[in-house]
Nanobody, 121 residues
Framework: HLVESGGRLVQAGESLRLSCAASGDTFTDYNIGWFRQAPGEERYFVGAISRDTTRTDYADVKGRFRVSRDNNRDTAYLQLNNLKPEDTAVYYC?????????????????WGQGTQVTVSA
């Protein structure tokens, strides 16, 4: 079970940190991915981190975003820096049992409900 939090309305150029709190399963059995979905669009991969924190992967967000996790707290994070209006979307975290970091939503077996990030110009 995953629960995202931290989304809110911000101005362009500001930063946010989203959290993804896990419960129920063993957190370290899963890689964690972050996705976002804007109205009328598909759900797109943003970044992912391996179960042991040694590997990360990112979409083309030009170094503005960073994924991390604290396995002692069963929580993953997505740091969003220098936000732009085009970053406005619902952001989701998801869990994958694959060994490799995956970018396809179909590779993830458990999803949170999402948290809304809105960036004003």
């Amino acid at each position: 079970h995953l629960v995202e939090s931290g989304g809110r309305l911000v101005q362009a150029g500001e930063s946010l940190r989203l959290s993804c709190a896990a419960s129920g399963d063993t957190f370290t059995d899963y890689n964690i991915g972050w996705f976002r979905q804007a109205p009328g669009e598909e759900r797109y991969f943003v970044g992912a981190i391996s179960r042991d924190t040694t590997r990360t992967d990112y979409a083309d967000v030009k170094g503005r975003f960073r994924v991390s996790r604290d396995n002692n707290r069963d929580t993953a994070y997505l740091q969003l820096n220098n936000l732009k209006p085009e970053d406005t979307a619902v952001y989701y975290c998801a869990a994958s049992r694959h060994i490799a970091l995956r970018t396809a939503p179909s590779a993830y077996v458990s999803w949170g409900q999402g948290t809304q990030v809105t960036v004003s110009a």
